[in-house]
C-alpha cells in the first residue's frame, strides 16, 4: 500500500524559508514521477513543482526561481524548498505520485494516482 507523509509546513514571515518533505512508502521515487501541489481556501488545487524520471523538473511560472523540487531515492523523500517565500504561497500543501516516470502534465492534479494528507504552509505579511 502506498503512503505519502508530508512535513516541514508551518507558519513564517515573508521573505523566509521552508522545506517540504514527503516521506514515501510502498512506493519507489526513483524513476517515477511525483509532484507538489496546493490549495488555498476557495481555490482550486494547482500544481507547483513535478519532476519526471532523469528528475526533468518543472514549475508554476508563480514558483520559478524560489522554489526547488528534488528527491533522495536513496530515503524515498521528495523535497520543496520554497525561499523567498510570499502571502499568497499561503495554502495547504501536498505531494502526490503515480507510476509513471513521463514529463506530459506534470502539473496535472488528473495524472496522480497517491496523494498524501497535506501541510499547512501560512506567509505573514
Known amino acids: 500500500q502506498v503512503r505519502l507523509v508530508e512535513s516541514g509546513g508551518g507558519s513564517v514571515q515573508a521573505g523566509g524559508s521552508l522545506r517540504l518533505s514527503c516521506t514515501a512508502s510502498?512506493?519507489?521515487?526513483?524513476?517515477?514521477?511525483m509532484g507538489w501541489f496546493r490549495q488555498a481556501p476557495g481555490k482550486e488545487r494547482e500544481g507547483v513543482a513535478g519532476?519526471?524520471?532523469?528528475?526533468?523538473?518543472v514549475y508554476a511560472d508563480s514558483v520559478k526561481g524560489r522554489f526547488t523540487i528534488s528527491r533522495d531515492n536513496a530515503k524515498n523523500i521528495l523535497y520543496l524548498q520554497m525561499d523567498s517565500l510570499k502571502p499568497e504561497d499561503t495554502a495547504m500543501y501536498y505531494c502526490?505520485?503515480?507510476?509513471?516516470?513521463?514529463?506530459?502534465?506534470?502539473?496535472?492534479?488528473?495524472?496522480?494516482?497517491?496523494w498524501g494528507q497535506g501541510t499547512q504552509v501560512t506567509v505573514s505579511s
Open positions: 519532476i519526471a524520471r532523469g528528475d526533468r523538473t
Open positions: 502526490a505520485a503515480d507510476n509513471h516516470g513521463s514529463f506530459s502534465f506534470l502539473l496535472s492534479p488528473a495524472r496522480y494516482d497517491y
Open positions: 510502498g512506493y519507489t521515487t526513483n524513476d517515477n514521477a
